[in-house]
């Protein structure tokens, strides 16, 4: 389709950009001292809604390839737009009440435009069909990472989580850009469809070219063996940014592996890659998060872990596979911004449930969480939450991660990948040990003093209860998500 | 106290969901809910080393159901129909692909079988059992023996037996051993234990053997036996447990060897322990002998070698069963425990019912079997070659 | 001039780029690693649509190569500079708060 025909199809993308652009102006001009972050916020949250009803309004239409086929917009596409839209709004209601971000007051209009150019990065990852695209939206997704994860200037492990990335991040763009290279040398052209036109036999050059082209996806998503930033970007980073990026830019490297492994056809037996992958990526990072004390660091594990159990889905490489990544994907939006919420809250709160600053024994540390059950009403509804998120993270009924690792499961099944589905229960049981130290923490542990933990703001308790209500609510009633999953795969 | 009720309720909920399910979904999602009131009610009200048992308890038990978890992710899509559906699953010809494959059938077979053993729990996969009691409040103590350690065996009668016929026949003698095994090493590790509680904790594993022993005979006499051995299971260690409690209320310990003569301090209490101690070793006429004599009137006739063994487990029974007797109730007296309050009227109402059970089973069992005798009997049809 | 050349130098700067990035401990000679390992696939793209009939995309990509790799640069030295602010190194062993 010819550019200016594809416009009317890029609106959710455009909004996008006029919102990113309109708050970086609004950040220049206006004087409104401690009220331009709400203004911004608001902003933000108007143009994502925006964009998100446009992302809906275009979810029937085919599959028609924009701007001559750079970019594609099929449901699969519009399904992820949502979740990275959702993800946004959710974390802007995070972010808005973050102590961490408050120290920087100042520049918060810039801190959602980037939030939002994110967004727009990953939209257009998500529907990129071509490798000059996914190179620039892989970029462009990085960059505004990168400056959102250093973004609380006065912390000094923001910086350095910052530079770990950068430098990761770097390093694995280089890889890919050298694998694309090799891509575009073998086959003439930059549009991923044409590793079907290779003959299937597994060449060496275009088997390396596949495995580079791979590592740059792999380090989005964090899976072994780009892992490496994961955990201290994570830790270092603003809460609501690690919440954010534990979610969407994972989502929108699935979203583009999916795309580029699917249409690569068989020759190459990517699925059993993937499924090597995917088994040491849950290994990994479950039997990492073991030892750990901080609570965002093991957040942090247990998402890699978590991108394993997604790998498993994609490494059956059947529909049915990508069905059940899809739905893992809105259950652990849910349960995962849940938990990394509660994290934030009782980071923020003051005086600290635990003395001293924010690393090591500090307020996100489980010292911080002893007998947290057991800190008046405010206290036990945290622990709760926190528990349900917890527990639906493992994947025990009634919660929706259970519903969620029940249809990865299957999918492994279906795909007769046997030992893959032993890994995944294996990893599973472990993943239950580190899960319920925390919640052991909570309320079998007795508090070291009297301190309740307060709800900075009403909304974000509301925010808190929604998250908590929707884990359980699909957990027991599903059908209606998995209706619509079927629907993006149909 | 606030959580402790709500927990209690969710706990039933798992529970009658479990028993009543006749879908394999609707049943492993229940067999999970149970899981985490459990882990809590252990882990908050529970002893001192709950946090450990607690969470053995939870992480052997999902060892087990996730295993269940592949098998059932197995059978919707080796099934016709892509049911979950228990009852269809019976009828053998819904079983397509490499559902009727024997190894691929044995290894569904042995998921599932490991998932219920984990619950009775069978020999090696034990060890949860003791800490979990010893560490849980007297009242989670009675559910975890009177019901939960039946979801196991019922889990083997429901699945492994009508939907893997075959399998089961061919495997019965490994029933048949570890029921054994259960019983005779159940038995030696209570007579070893000092701490009253943990000692019904292995009676508990020895009585369960009972239960595979039977249910590995494919006689009508076995099965009911076995079946019939589940229900007074629950009502006798259910007994024991509460009885351990009463004591612990009072003394704040439980080794068995600080006790004596707690007869003359407490007859009426000693009388209510005997009830209980003599249907725990099978005396004639409570019902703890009905469903052991089924059971090896069964298993004889096709294991004679293996029933003679577990025979001796009975022997066993009774004499740990005796000697914890009298080291807690006759002997000397303790002078330190000379003034102890005598069993009250609302731990009397608890044992009654229980005791009340006990006897009438033990001289009319007929009221139990006649109930399950029909099922029983249409499930050991399916193994009459 | 045979495409293979061209090939071969983009190999060898690829790799020197990713050992550099693999043993240096300072910041800006990883920069400069990542630097070298950009510039190859640019090389390689160039070599490869020139060979394949002037082809646009890889004159296309390697522009596009060029701009994103300053872009990178750019954020990468603020993050350095932020870095070098508060530590007063910048060799990324140094560099640490966050626990391993």
């Known amino acids: 389709m010819p550019n200016l025909a594809s416009m009317s199809f890029f609106i959710p993308e455009l909004i996008l ?10 950040a220049l001009v206006s004087d409104k001292a401690g009220k331009k972050g709400e203004y911004a916020s608001v902003i933000a949250i108007a143009g994502l809604l925006a964009s998100a009803v446009f992302v809906l309004k275009n979810f029937n239409i085919g599959s028609p390839p924009l701007f001559w086929g750079l970019l594609v917009l099929d449901k699969p596409a519009a399904f992820f737009k949502e979740i990275f839209i959702i993800t946004a709004l959710i974390v802007i209601i995070f972010s808005q009440r973050s102590n961490e971000l408050r120290a920087g007051a100042n520049d918060s209009a810039e801190y959602y435009s980037l939030l939002v150019g994110s967004v727009l990065g990953m939209n257009l990852l998500a ?4 490798l000059l695209m996914i190179y620039l939206a892989l970029e462009f997704v990085s960059l505004m990472s990168f400056i959102l994860v250093g973004f609380a200037r006065g912390s000094s492990r923001s910086s350095e989580a910052a530079l770990k990335y950068v430098l990761y991040g770097a390093v694995a763009s280089g890889v890919f850009l050298y694998g694309a290279s090799l891509y575009y040398g073998l086959t003439g052209t930059l549009d991923i469809k044409s590793f079907l036109t290779i003959s299937p036999s597994p060449h060496l050059t275009i088997s390396l070219a596949g495995l580079f082209i791979l590592a740059g996806f792999l380090y989005k998503i964090a899976a072994v063996p780009m892992h490496a930033w994961c955990p201290d970007a994570y830790e270092g980073a603003p809460t609501p940014i690690t919440a954010f990026l534990s979610v969407a830019p994972k989502a929108a490297g699935f979203a583009v592996l999916m795309r580029v492994f699917s249409a690569a056809g068989d020759g190459f037996n990517w699925p059993l890659i993937i499924a090597v992958i995917s088994a040491a990526t849950m290994t990994f990072g479950n039997l990492a998060a073991i030892p750990q004390t901080n609570v965002k ?6 998402s890699i872990a978590h991108a394993g159990y997604l790998l498993m889905g994609v490494a059956s490489g059947t529909p049915r596979g990508a069905e059940a990544v899809y739905f893992y994907f809105a259950a652990y939006l849910v349960m995962n911004l849940g938990a990394f919420l509660v994290v934030q809250i009782i980071a923020n709160t003051s005086p600290p449930l635990m003395g001293g600053d924010i690393g090591e024994g500090g307020r996100e540390s489980l010292a911080a969480y002893k007998g947290l059950g057991r800190r008046g009403a405010s206290g036990a509804i945290l622990g709760i939450t926190m528990t349900i998120f917890l527990l639906s993270l493992t994947g025990i009924p009634p919660f929706v991660g259970f519903i969620g690792k029940f249809y990865i499961f299957a999918a492994v099944m279906d795909a007769k990948l046997y030992w893959l589905a032993f890994i995944g229960i294996a990893n599973s049981v472990v993943s239950l040990y580190y899960y319920m130290r925390i919640v052991k923490t909570i309320f079998f542990d007795e508090p070291a003093d009297a301190v309740q933990p307060a709800f900075s703001s009403r909304r974000l308790a509301a925010i808190l209860g929604v998250l908590s209500f929707a884990t359980i609510f699909i957990g027991l009633y599903w059908q209606w998500l998995s209706n619509i999953v079927a629907a993006v795969i149909a | 106290m606030k959580g402790y009720f709500p927990l209690f309720l969710l706990l039933q909920t798992g529970m009658t969901g479990v028993f009543v399910a006749l879908d394999f979904f609707l049943f492993y999602f229940f067999w999970e809910v149970m899981l985490l009131p459990m882990y809590f009610l252990i882990g908050i009200w529970g002893g001192p080393r709950r946090e450990y048992a607690a969470i053995k308890f939870f992480l052997y038990t999902l060892v087990g159901s996730v295993m269940m978890l592949l098998v059932m992710i197995a059978f919707y899509f080796y099934s016709e129909g892509n049911t979950f559906n228990i009852l269809t699953l019976m009828d053998q010809s819904v079983h397509i692909g490499p559902m009727t494959a024997h190894n691929f059938r044995l290894l569904c077979w042995l998921g599932l079988m490991i998932a219920f053993a984990i619950k009775v729990p069978v020999f090696p996969f034990h060890t949860w059992l003791p800490d979990a009691h010893v560490e849980a409040p007297t009242a989670i103590s009675v559910i975890l023996a009177g019901i939960l350690l039946k979801m196991g065996t019922y889990g083997m009668i ?4 009508p939907i893997f016929p075959d399998i089961t026949f061919e495997f019965a003698k490994w029933i048949a051993v570890f029921g054994m095994i259960n019983i005779v090493y159940g038995a030696l590790c209570a007579m070893a234990q000092k701490d009253f509680k943990r000692l019904i904790a292995y009676s508990s594993i020895s009585h369960m053997g009972f239960c595979l022993l039977g249910m590995a005979s494919f006689t009508n006499e076995g099965m009911n036996g076995a079946v019939l051995q589940m229900f007074n299971h629950g009502t006798i260690t259910a007994q024991l447990f509460l009885i351990v409690g009463i004591i612990y209320d009072r003394v704040h310990h439980r080794d068995l060897e600080g006790f004596g003569g ?48 577990s025979v001796s487990g009975v022997v066993l029974t009774a004499a740990y069963v005796l000697w914890t007797y009298q080291r807690v109730f006759l002997g000397k007296i303790n002078e330190k425990y000379k003034n102890l309050p005598e069993i009250s009227w609302r731990e009397t109402v608890t044992l009654a019912p229980l005791a009340l059970i006990v006897v009438i089973l033990g001289v009319y069992p007929k009221a139990m079997l006649d109930i399950m005798n029909a099922t029983l009997v249409g499930i050991n049809q399916l193994f009459v070659k | 001039m045979q495409l293979e050349y061209y090939l071969i130098i983009g190999l060898i700067l690829f790799l020197l780029g990713l050992y550099t990035c693999l043993t240096r401990v300072n910041a800006i000679g990883m920069l400069m690693g990542i630097e070298l390992m950009l510039n190859a696939a640019g090389l390689n793209f160039v070599a490869f649509s020139h060979f394949n009939g002037n082809h646009i995309d890889g004159h296309i990509m390697a522009i596009f190569i060029i701009v994103l790799a300053a872009a990178e640069a750019v954020v990468a030295l603020a993050v350095l500079l932020a870095i070098y602010k508060r530590f007063k190194v910048i060799d990324t062993d140094k560099v640490v708060t966050l626990k391993e």
Request: aromatic content about 20%; glycine content about 6%.
């Open chain 1, 17 to 26: 950009s006029a919102v990113a652009l309109i708050l970086f102006i609004f």
């Open chain 1, 127 to 130: 529907s990129a069909n071509n």
């Open chain 1, 297 to 302: 660091r093991l957040l942090a594990y247990s």
């Open chain 2, 158 to 161: 429901r699945f492994c037996y």
């Open chain 2, 262 to 309: 707690l007869a003359h301090i407490m007859p009426r209490y000693a009388v209510w322990t005997a009830i209980a101690f003599f249907a725990a070793l099978g005396l004639p006429g409570l019902s703890g002998f009905i469903s052991e004599a089924l059971v090896f009137l069964g298993a004889f006739k096709m294991w004679p070698w293996y029933t003679a063994v």
